[in-house]
């Protein structure tokens, strides 16, 4: 069967009560389907996307050379099979994928709301897709799928949507972000915010996408560390050079270099700076005990049955942290969830990269 | 006793004939001494710094705040002791203490070197100090210590002056630097080259050391984060924010966050960019093995007692990497040398800031 992709965007006028107290008005979200949603609604998956992804998880794009994000895991026969299951995946709100972000016109003024965009969080996203799930005529789901900024989405969705999904799915995710994650994400922003082309975020956008932005391309050299792992770099570049043309050793470039240099400038071509700060803000602030006296009480208001995915090379978010809500879960009493530690040297990436490593584990869960 | 410290710079006229082919000609070593020179020589003992670090290593200069980076480690009774041992620390070639590095003046002209300084290597380096130290007509040494770079200095100096020393401690150090290290090295590197205030290493010092390059703040950062661990940022910062005056917590400044940036600009104060990527790049290119058929044949070369201790928390030289050298030393017979594995929650740092965990390791190994 085929994949059945559709991409749609909402547009919203009543106003998005944020965390922060402020309210978005109106605003945009675009996301995208996959499959056939069934007669009683009992068939739909809630895919939740990373720092830099999109509502874009599966598929391609007439023209595209690069298929959606996750599609080695969403499709027919996958582990999302889409001839069982009817997916949703929506780009969150302060990216740059369509969704309203702080490169969208303000209204009523028509400028880009650059600095003037709110602070959103983990929270706010969460709350924004619930509003777009109720508009779709979907007010309960069968499962919820994410993993690392997207497995703090599935997280937060069974905490404050406690009725909303019967199964939740959290990968390469934490309770709260800690101070190493968070010093990754401050090198990147600094570097964005010190860059003269960024102006203070008042660049301009076409150029930017043109020309790239060397701070943000060195603040990702600096993510990019953190999602793999000592190994995996060991594993896949050791210090082999990229040119062999017989320069001596002492002049080369390593082809570690050359992959972050790569990746980095790439990135620039396709991610907005101003969606990087605000994105990896919400990332930061993400504490899944905000509001509640503490984490075990949070927990308590779960419902869903809940699987939870780490690995043990993340780096980025380190499975003790995943460990810490597995204990949490145990100390409550809640026995309706599962964990699982995963061995791969794949570090934070693996979520994206290694699925054979877990996808007969997710098809069990959703199938059984 | 006093600690009788005493600073010196030697100039060498004759050329310094470096790994890369190229010559040095001609060249200062500025380097600091602690205690005295017992009559037969037999009391010497080198000290080798890190990346930033100096040959200002213990006792503190009029006007200064803060003593010499292993000033808990070297004085009167302290694990290595000046009422015992003459202890010698040079400033390496490359770095912008007072040895020739990329900041200092070119013969004839009496430009600055800039990209015209040629790159320098952990051997070269060692060459530089052995070259020293027969000036000063010390041609043996009872030991050679360092940590991090310090401790490549030290495994370098085992290889390639078998006789020099007889007892050799090499600390939060490797065999061969790894991509994982290149990696931050990279970031540094890049965030400095595309500083526009850099100029394309066309810089003027002294507006670079009044207002600081925020592409070396931010590189300065990325290393931090490779100091130090995940365990010792979760429990020195935690989540704590840096100011605690009521604002919402969506808006305030996280302590780690703070500690990076106070960090990072402070350097940009006291450290030359150019010797910065230098000596980053003797860092990346350093390889035992390099003139040699393999890593095992390089340590056949080694005579003298060897102290290896790695650092279980130490990311950026994992001490998987030690145990390399380990290993490779049992495979070849040596007998002559102990492995220790510190269990330290302060990562790469801990050489610095945990001595209590090997001081006295250090002190039996030189005192018995």
Chains 1, 2 share one sequence.
Not at 62 to 91: L, M, P, R
Not at 106 to 128: G, S
Not at 332 to 350: E, K, Q, R, V, W
Request: proline fraction near 3%; charged fraction near 20%; hydrophobic fraction near 35%.
């Amino acid at each position: 069967m085929s994949l059945n992709l559709q991409t749609h965007t909402e547009h919203f006028t009543n106003p998005l009560y944020l965390e922060s107290g402020r309210i978005l008005e109106p605003y945009d979200i675009t996301y995208e389907t996959y499959g056939e949603m069934n007669d009683d609604k009992s068939n739909v998956i809630i895919v939740c996307h990373a720092l830099t992804g999109s509502h874009h998880a599966a598929g391609i794009y007439e023209g595209e050379t690069k298929a959606g994000w996750w599609d080695g895991f969403i499709g027919s026969g996958k582990a999302i099979d889409t001839d069982k299951y009817f997916v949703i995946c929506s780009n969150v709100i302060g990216s740059c994928f369509g969704s309203t972000g702080p490169m969208s016109l303000q209204h009523p003024h028509h400028d880009y709301y650059r600095y003037k965009f709110p602070v959103v969080t983990i929270k706010d996203m969460v709350k924004a897709q619930r509003i777009l799930f109720d508009r779709l005529d979907i007010h309960r789901v069968y499962a919820i799928i994410g993993g690392s900024m997207g497995g703090m989405q599935a997280l937060q969705f069974a905490i404050h949507y406690p009725n909303f999904a019967q199964k939740i799915i959290s990968l390469a995710a934490t309770y709260a972000t800690q101070p190493w994650a968070i010093a990754f994400n401050k090198v990147a922003q600094e570097s964005i915010l010190k860059d003269p082309d960024f102006k203070q975020g008042y660049y301009d956008p076409e150029l930017i996408a043109e020309n790239g932005l060397a701070g943000m391309a060195v603040g990702r050299m600096a993510g990019h560390i953190s999602f793999l792992s000592h190994e995996s770099m060991q594993s896949k570049f050791g210090r082999e050079y990229k040119r062999t043309d017989g320069l001596y050793e002492l002049f080369g470039k390593f082809q570690i270099e050359s992959y972050l240099e790569y990746n980095g400038y790439n990135f620039t071509k396709w991610f907005d700076p101003l969606a990087y700060l605000y994105i990896t803000k919400a990332i930061n602030i993400f504490d899944l005990s905000r509001g509640f006296d503490s984490l075990s009480e949070a927990m308590k208001k779960i419902q869903s049955q809940l699987h939870l995915i780490s690995f043990k090379n993340d780096i980025l978010f380190k499975n003790k942290e995943m460990q810490k809500l597995h204990a949490t879960l145990e100390e409550i009493g809640n026995t309706n969830y599962h964990y699982i530690d995963i061995d791969s040297m794949y570090g934070h990436d693996a979520f994206l990269v290694e699925l054979d490593k877990f996808e007969n584990y997710v098809k069990d869960v959703l199938d059984g």
